[in-house]
T-cell receptor
Framework: DQQVKQNSPSLSVQEGRISILNCDYT??????FLWYKKYPAEGPTFLIS?????DKNEDGRFTVFLNKSAKHLSLHIVPSQPGDSAVYFC????????????FGTGTRLLVSP | DVKVTQSSRYLVKRTGEKVFLECVQD?????MFWYRQDPGLGLRLIYF???????EKGDIPEGYSVSREKKERFSLILESASTNQTSMYLC????????????FGDGTRLSIL
C-alpha cells in the first residue's frame, strides 16, 4: 500500500522554465511534508518542507504547495537550472515525537540547456 | 552542518556472509534510521532507533538486525546475506521534537554475489 505516490517517474524541462513535480498521499494523518533531492552516488539532501497548517512555503527558487483537501503537494522550481537535474523524492510523516518518514518513489528531473 | 558518515561507499560480499554497515553522526541526534533504495521503489525503512539500545522495526526488517550501543553510531547487520539484499543502503539521523528533517549519509552500494 503506497501511502505516498509520485506518479511521474521522469520530467524533462528546458533551462529557465518552470519545473513542477507532483506528489499525492493517502494518509490523512500526515502533517509534515518534505522534498529531498538526490544526485547519483550521493545521499538525499533536504530541500524544503511544509507543515499541514500552511498551504505554501517558499525558499528561493523552490516553492512547495500543499492542498490538504486533495491530499496533493507539488514542488515548483523557477527558473530551472541544469544543476537541478536529479531525482526528487517527496516524503510525509504523521508527527510522533520524531519524524518517521514515508517516501514516494521519486521523479527524475532533467533540465536541458 | 550535520555530518552523517557511512563507513563504506561500495561493498561486495558473498551470499551467506554476515555483513555490517556502519553509520556515525556528529550532531548528537537521538534518532537514527536505515533505509534501502531500489529503482522504482523509493526509500524503504528497514529499522530505526530513537535512543541508545532502543530499536524499532520499519517496513522491511526481514533479514536485517541493528545495533545502537552509542548515541552517535547505528549499525545495520545482514545476518546471512542474500542476492535480494543487493541495494543502496542509506543511513539518516534527526532530532526529536518539532518538524526536523532527516539528514542522510552518502549511502553504501552493497552487492551480494
Amino acid at each position: 500500500d503506497q501511502q505516498v505516490k509520485q506518479n511521474s517517474p521522469s520530467l524533462s524541462v528546458q533551462e529557465g522554465r518552470i519545473s513542477i513535480l507532483n506528489c499525492d498521499y493517502t494518509n490523512s494523518m500526515f502533517d509534515y511534508f518534505l522534498w529531498y533531492k538526490k544526485y547519483p552516488a550521493e545521499g538525499p539532501t533536504f530541500l524544503i518542507s511544509i507543515s499541514s497548517i500552511k498551504d505554501k512555503n517558499e525558499d528561493g527558487r523552490f516553492t512547495v504547495f500543499l492542498n490538504k483537501s486533495a491530499k496533493h503537494l507539488s514542488l515548483h522550481i523557477v527558473p530551472s537550472q541544469p544543476g537541478d537535474s536529479a531525482v526528487y523524492f517527496c516524503a510525509a510523516s504523521a508527527f510522533s515525537g520524531f519524524q518517521k518518514l514515508v517516501f514516494g518513489t521519486g521523479t527524475r528531473l532533467l533540465v536541458s540547456p | 552542518d550535520v555530518k552523517v558518515t557511512q563507513s563504506s561507499r561500495y561493498l561486495v560480499k558473498r551470499t551467506g556472509e554476515k555483513v555490517f554497515l556502519e553509520c556515525v553522526q556528529d550532531m548528537d541526534h537521538e534518532n537514527m534510521f536505515w533505509y534501502r533504495q531500489d529503482p522504482g521503489l523509493g526509500l524503504r525503512l528497514i529499522y530505526f532507533s530513537y535512543d541508545v539500545k532502543m530499536k524499532e522495526k520499519g517496513d522491511i526488517p526481514e533479514g536485517y538486525s541493528v545495533s545502537r550501543e552509542k548515541k552517535e553510531r547505528f549499525s545495520l547487520i545482514l545476518e546471512s546475506a542474500s542476492t535480494n539484499q543487493t541495494s543502496m543502503y542509506l543511513c539518516a539521523s534527526t532530532l526529536t521534537g518539532g518538524n526536523q528533517p532527516q539528514h542522510f549519509g552518502d549511502g553504501t552500494r552493497l552487492s551480494i554475489l
